[in-house]
T-cell receptor
């Protein structure tokens, strides 16, 4: 089945680390993505991880993938007020030559100064 | 700036009307995807085109149709509009990158009154 779940809300203080979690159900996913959406804006691709990797680090962002538990997380180090946004995880399902994205519900990250 | 452009940015129309949303993919990208974002349904995949041909369909209503032209821009046509069609419509494009990552446009906000 196609279902991606995220917690709805996370509040952190500026300078702390944020961890946003995601669970997915389709084991055939090849790539998993994190997107950021600021108010009134489109979706910005932050990072992605291939399903045979456990971890990927990109500056302040660290993605961890537990394929056995179908669990994905995004850690933002030294969170800033500019990181306040909705974060979506998405899995890419390959089938019939398409790689449509299945999105999670989104997590609203609120960063308190 | 993702390189994907969408017009118009906002559209307000009445029930029963027909509208056309336009998308220009990033230079060189052959795939175009359409997604709908609404409060009750979240982000949902509608349809994908690859080099002018329909590649995959998602939860797209029969009242909706799309096409991709030889210059690779795409149009999403929405007809017999209902109040429930009010949403943000995103276009994304992808190329031949190894991870097939999708880059999103800024979206068109459709309001049906």
């Amino acid at each position: 089945g196609e279902d991606v779940e995220q917690s709805l809300f996370l509040s952190v203080r500026e300078g702390d680390s944020s961890v946003i979690n995601c669970t997915y159900t389709d084991s055939s996913s090849t790539y998993l993505y994190w997107y950021k959406q600021e108010p009134g804006a489109g979706l910005q691709l932050l990072t992605y991880i291939f399903s045979n990797m456990d971890m990927k680090q990109d500056q302040r962002l660290t993605v961890l993938l537990n394929k056995k538990d179908k669990h994905l997380s995004l850690r933002i180090a030294d969170t800033q007020t500019g990181d306040s946004a909705i974060y979506f995880c998405a899995e890419s399902l390959y089938g019939g030559a398409t790689n449509k994205l299945i999105f999670g519900t989104g997590t609203l990250l609120a960063v308190q100064p | 700036d993702s390189g994907v452009t969408q017009t118009p940015k906002h559209l307000i129309t009445a029930t029963g009307q027909r509208v056309t949303l336009r998308c220009s993919p990033r230079s060189g990208d052959l795939s175009v995807y359409w997604y709908q974002q609404s409060l009750d349904q979240g982000l949902q995949f509608l349809i994908q085109y690859y080099n002018g041909e329909e590649r995959a369909k998602g939860n797209i209503l029969e009242r909706f149709s799309a096409q991709q032209f030889p210059d690779l821009h795409s149009e999403l046509n929405l007809s017999s509009l209902e109040l429930g069609d009010s949403a943000l419509y995103f276009c994304a494009s992808s190329g031949s990158g190894r991870s097939d990552e999708q880059y999103f446009g800024p979206g068109t906000r459709l309001t049906v009154t």
